[in-house]
């Protein structure tokens, strides 16, 4: 295994900047999930890594399921998978259905 030096955490150049919003907003975004996959008895972890990442993770026969929160042109939005997609900002109907699908996944 080869040594490789981390970043100095005084030097900014080329490193990966937090953006505090952005992370708690993916935060609420995910802890929403969460909560709405406990109504559904299903149980997750919400992983916050020290760079400020966040993503659910939810097991599975299968091994660990993990969702992002992310923005784009689109606006924000779950997702997992190779394809799954579904509306983080469109209301408790669009939360509680991706948590319903997200539930779903074999136990």
């Given at each position: 295994m080869g040594n490789v030096s981390n970043p100095s955490l005084s030097s900014d150049a080329g490193r990966w900047r937090l953006d505090w919003d952005a992370t708690v907003r993916r935060m609420r975004l995910l802890t929403d999930l969460a909560l709405a996959l406990v109504e559904l008895g299903r149980a997750s972890r919400v992983l916050v890594?020290?760079?400020?990442?966040?993503?659910?993770?939810?097991?599975?026969?299968?091994?660990?399921?993990?969702?992002?929160?992310?923005?784009?042109?689109?606006?924000?939005?779950?997702?997992?998978?190779?394809?799954?997609?579904?509306?983080?900002?469109?209301?408790?109907?669009?939360?509680?259905?991706?948590?319903?699908?997200?539930?779903?996944?074999?136990?």
């Open positions: 890594e020290g760079n400020g990442q966040v993503v659910l993770t939810l097991c599975s026969s299968r091994g660990p399921v993990g969702v992002l929160a992310v923005h784009d042109a689109g606006g924000w939005a779950y997702i997992w998978g190779a394809s799954q997609r579904y509306s983080a900002d469109a209301g408790l109907a669009e939360l509680r259905r991706a948590a319903s699908v997200l539930a779903e996944v074999e136990r």
